[in-house]
Nanobody
Framework: QVQLGESGGGSVQAGDSLRLSCAAS????????VAWWRRQPGKEQDFVAV?????????DYDDSVKGRFTISRDNANNAVYLQMNNLKPEDTAVYVC???????????????????WGSGTRVTVSS
């Protein structure tokens, strides 16, 4: 059973940067598609970014974070990162890491594809 854990959240000012980490135990992230989602106050959980496993599609981002956020893998440390630059108050949310076992390209913004979920790390951006 894969267990995911997030870290790196915090309270920052608008324009600052943070790097979130997703670490796994019980499995190897390089064999899984890994995504970041976020739960904003009063809203549904939304897709942020995905890095598919090899052969299962391309890295993708929600339009709201394109050009500011970067998702990447660190296979040596069995981790996936979300580098967040130029943070805005509307980025305030609990950020959750999720992993999927799919082996072909799918609509990664659909929750149903993800088998494993972390509990999240909170990011607060003040203006």
């Amino acid at each position: 059973q894969v267990q995911l854990g997030e870290s790196g959240g915090g309270s920052v000012q608008a324009g600052d940067s943070l790097r979130l980490s997703c670490a796994a135990s019980g499995g190897t992230l390089s064999t899984l598609g890994v995504a970041w989602w976020r739960r904003q106050p009063g809203k549904e959980q939304d897709f942020v970014a995905v890095v598919p496993r090899n052969g299962a599609g391309a890295i993708d981002y929600d339009d709201s974070v394109k050009g500011r956020f970067t998702i990447s893998r660190d296979n040596a440390n069995n981790a996936v990162y979300l580098q967040m630059n130029n943070l805005k108050p509307e980025d305030t949310a609990v950020y959750v890491c999720a992993a999927t076992t799919v082996t072909e390209s799918v609509n990664y913004s659909a929750r149903g594809w993800y088998r494993y979920w972390g509990s999240g790390t909170r990011v607060t951006v003040s203006s």
